[in-house]
């Protein structure tokens, strides 16, 4: 038997097809069984009649069974998507016990349960963006001649000593990689160009709706790279995924509630602001923060009401940020660095910066953030051999994709969410 996808079943009006999938939706009356049939590719209703021999066994069918079946497609206005199966041949491939998600539970109860709620059409939708994003993300590098490289997971050297997790090697005391960064800059005199998509885990006790302990961490770095062509890159590549995802999976941004005409409005070049500029229109917003303060959760959200475009904000205070992250010659009190910001959600999605090529400053910066600089004495050697200006930055995937899906908590933008509470499944 050849095995149509459900999506086909329109190209096959007038013929009989097989199909299989899961029993999406059930309803029997005395004289038809409906069975709405969900495959990957969506959702087709199937009737059975009471004179078929599959009758009964349809009627017993469960939500969630798995089936194979064989029906003649008709055009039908009353079914959803206007075409029906009507069943000729029905199997039933494993029968399922009562599924536990058939209403609207709680957010807590699909988490626990979360084996069985990734196959919901909403997840199912989001699941199909995620992978055109980081398709997207893989073939805007490629197109701009990155390499894609790699670096361990299991290290030494990090950004801060907050927020790591501790691994026991070998009775050693090693860290989980919060970041690729340090090993990029290492290959930058072999390839230039590079970039990752990779896990960086943070062990961050926040509870909010945009962080994960395990997260998706798309990264590039770049040698002879200023402020101002990161800045662009951000861009790009924001816009380069918005524009992919919106062509790719313009029913599944539907579903979900997000027109993809709003993703091909992401254009370049995207509004940028310094950080004191921010500090001006929070201001004005009657929101004072003095300066030297990272901003918070409520001051970005605050920032991005007046703007529907992602925003750059460049040129953080020296002394909030990470020690790699050079001071401006122009204005030493600020480091020569961006974020940038989401609209609707309004939080950072990228965070990058030059970096710095004083050994002498770094080191200072890493004493004062309460780090040892000999676990950095390799990376120092970077600024000994042939150092170069270069940038790079960090790009939070799905804190991406929570923003391009409307979803509430970034938790339902991977299938398998890390928070502090949450390790199962
Ligand atoms: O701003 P961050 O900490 O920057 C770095 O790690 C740099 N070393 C990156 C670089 O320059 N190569 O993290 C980068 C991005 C943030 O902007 C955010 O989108 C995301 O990573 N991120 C998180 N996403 C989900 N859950 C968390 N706990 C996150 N922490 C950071
Ligand atoms: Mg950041």
């Known amino acids: 038997m050849d095995f149509i996808k459900v999506s086909e079943v329109p190209e096959h009006e007038g013929e009989s097809v097989w199909l299989r999938g899961w029993v999406y939706r059930h309803r029997a009356t005395k004289e038809v069984v409906f069975i709405i049939l969900r495959d990957s ?3 087709i209703q199937c009737t059975v009649k009471k004179d078929s021999p599959f009758f009964e066994k349809a009627e017993k069918t469960t939500i969630e069974s798995s089936i194979k079946l064989k029906g003649k497609v008709v055009k039908d206005e009353r079914a959803p998507g206007g075409y029906e199966v009507r069943v000729e041949e029905y199997e039933v491939v494993q029968l399922a016990e009562r599924f536990p998600i058939t209403k609207d539970y709680s957010e807590e109860f699909l988490l626990d349960v979360r084996h069985l709620a990734v196959r919901s059409r909403k997840l199912t939708a989001v ?21 894609e490289t790699h670096a361990p997971f299991i290290t030494m050297t990090s950004e801060s000593g907050l927020e790591l997790f501790e691994v026991d090697y070998f009775g050693k ?3 989980l990689s919060q970041t690729w960064q340090f090993y990029a800059e ?10 990752t998509i990779n896990p960086s885990f943070r062990a961050e006790k926040s509870k909010t709706a945009r962080h994960l302990t395990e997260y998706w961490h798309a990264e590039m770095e770049a040698a002879w790279m200023d402020l101002d ?5 951000s861009e790009e590549l924001i816009s380069y995924v918005c524009e992919y995802v919106a062509e790719e999976y313009p029913e599944e941004l539907k579903l979900l509630g997000r027109d993809p005409e709003e993703m091909l409005r992401i254009k370049p070049p995207f509004p940028r602001i310094t950080y004191r500029e921010a500090l001006k229109i929070l201001e004005k917003d009657g929101i004072s923060v003095p300066f030297g303060k990272d901003l918070r959760t409520k001051e970005e959200k605050q920032l991005m009401t007046h703007y529907d475009k992602p925003l750059i904000v460049t040129h953080y205070p020296k002394s909030a940020m990470a020690f790699y992250k050079p001071r401006d010659p122009e ?3 600020v480091a020569r660095c961006l974020d940038v910001l989401l609209p609707e959600v309004g939080f950072e999605v990228i965070g990058g910066s030059e970096r710095d090529l004083d050994i002498e400053e770094m080191k200072k910066a890493l004493i004062e953030k309460g780090e040892d600089p000999k676990h950095y004495e390799w990376y120092f050697d970077l600024r000994k051999y042939g150092a170069v200006p270069h940038a790079g930055f960090g790009m939070g995937v799905e804190r991406l994709i929570q923003w391009i899906c409307k979803l509430d908590s970034i938790k339902d933008a991977i299938p398998f969410p890390r928070t502090p509470e949450r390790y199962y499944p």
């Open 331 to 333: 204005d030493p009190e």
């Open 229 to 233: 062509e990161l800045a662009k890159t």
């Open 41 to 43: 590719s969506g959702i």
């Open 127 to 147: 699941w199909k963006v995620r992978s055109a994003v980081f398709w997207a993300i893989r073939e805007y590098f490629k197109k701009k001649g990155y390499y």
């Open 173 to 175: 005391k090693l860290r």
């Open 186 to 195: 290492a290959l930058l005199p072999a390839l230039e160009r590079i970039y």
